[in-house]
């Protein structure tokens, strides 16, 4: 898969499932479990083109049993990348939902408590906030003119503009305004670039153990989040990391017939 595609992809997705549940059902729950879903069918195996070095990537999504924690956040990112001279690394990401609310600018959801806590877990959290319009967006255009001619073959007509329903901000950033609301966004990348540019490239990740025992499912201090995302990374020409999988007595697999 091309880089390029990849990116507008997990925009395509991500827009689906904002709108699918704006207005009637605008539940963050609802709508991060529905955009998991959409990116596990998407994107269970891929192998990413016209990068410095094209990776092959094999992504699982797990669910936790039981209550929500809301203690502890929603999405937990376990990377595991191997390296072009095969030595392996793992890491560890959070991802924080939140959603506009309807009619007004600000995210009423958050809280000034769970926000200095989710910090205190691991200062490398990301606030993702949905929206049901499209918002504009950081992200920096890192494609060559090759990939210029793939982006007009395959995508022409079609909306180009650095928008998204997923604008994500460092949440130690948010803190620092202190103003959840869209003051926020000109300091936003979309949900595609945290992804392609920043977690793929081992950024924004924590790399202590105890977050990483957190996002295993491991007992610990920093809790467990909600869903868990297993993204196994290999450069091409090597093999992926072992893979790992939560027990099956705290995490349910996000089955494809879901």
Known sequence: MHAVEF??????????AVLRHYPYDWKEDSITHDLLIRLRKSFKH???????YPIEIEWEIYKLHGPRETAYGDIGLLVRYRTRE???????GFLEAKLRGRDTTKFHHVRHE???RLLSRSPWTRLLL???SAVPVLDETDVNVDDWDFHLR?????QQAKVTHG???????ASTISHYDDSLYPFCHSLSYQFLQRYFRLHDLDFRQSAINAVKGFPTDLGTPNYIMVIRMAVMGQNLPEEYRPSDNLFAMLGEGQ
């Open 167 to 173: 604008a994500v901000v460092p949440m130690e950033l």
């Open 114 to 116: 769970q926000v200095a």
């Open 154 to 158: 395959h995508f022409r007509g079609r």
């Open 7 to 16: 990116e507008w992809l997990i925009e395509d997705r991500l827009r689906e």
């Open 86 to 92: 095969g030595s392996d690394i793992e890491g560890a």
């Open 130 to 132: 949905y929206d049901y």
């Open 46 to 52: 891929v192998q990413l083109q016209n990068l410095r």
